[in-house]
């Protein structure tokens, strides 16, 4: 059982980083275009939270606490793993906020405002990018 919980939750955190390496590429392309091309951004970035990226991260919240049995060592790798992966699912949180708000902006045409929730979700998403990263080199620091 434990083995299976390990993979699905290899399996959410892929799709997890999938997701935001694959929006930080569309959100470079499509923001070097016109304010339509920013409209469709804000709407395809909703999307993928919506329907791939939450999911996900849900996936990661429950088959990560499903593996946090009083079983599994306590060494400070599973605990820069945990503490990490636990923010980056916050900062994660935060930026569907932001991508919520910005895709309002858009719709209504609130350009100034667009470009203050853009700003700001980019650099939480780098945020979460790094979280992320740091939370699978733990996981494999602590296996070696």
Same mark, same amino acid.
């Given at each position: 059982?434990? *083995?299976?919980?390990?993979?699905?939750?290899?399996?959410? !955190?892929?799709?997890?980083?999938? %997701?935001?390496?694959?929006?930080?590429?569309?959100?470079?392309?499509?923001?070097?275009?016109?304010?339509?091309?920013?409209?469709?951004?804000?709407?395809?970035?909703?999307?993928?939270?919506?329907?791939?990226?939450? +999911? !996900?991260?849900?996936?990661?919240?429950?088959?990560?606490?499903?593996? %946090? *049995? +009083? *079983?599994? #060592?306590?060494? #400070? *790798?599973?605990?820069?793993?945990?503490?990490?992966?636990?923010?980056?699912?916050?900062?994660?949180?935060? %930026?569907?906020? =932001?991508?919520?708000?910005?895709?309002?902006? !858009?719709?209504?045409?609130?350009?100034?405002?667009?470009?203050? =929730?853009?700003?700001?979700?980019?650099?939480?998403?780098?945020?979460? =990018?790094?979280?992320?990263?740091?939370?699978?080199?733990?996981?494999?620091?602590?296996?070696?």
């Amino acid at each position: 059982m434990r *083995s299976l919980l390990l993979a699905l939750h290899l399996i959410f !955190a892929s799709i997890w980083l999938g %997701c935001i390496l694959t929006e930080a590429l569309f959100e470079r392309a499509l923001l070097a275009e016109d304010r339509a091309a920013h409209l469709v951004l804000a709407r395809l970035h909703l999307r993928v939270d919506k329907l791939i990226e939450l +999911p !996900a991260i849900l996936g990661v919240l429950g088959t990560g606490l499903a593996l %946090c *049995s +009083p *079983s599994w #060592p306590r060494t #400070p *790798s599973f605990y820069v793993m945990a503490g990490t992966g636990v923010a980056a699912i916050g900062l994660n949180v935060f %930026c569907v906020w =932001l991508v919520y708000r910005r895709r309002s902006a !858009a719709s209504t045409g609130a350009w100034s405002m667009f470009d203050r =929730l853009d700003h700001i979700q980019h650099k939480a998403g780098a945020g979460v =990018l790094l979280l992320v990263l740091t939370a699978l080199v733990a996981s494999v620091w602590g296996r070696v």
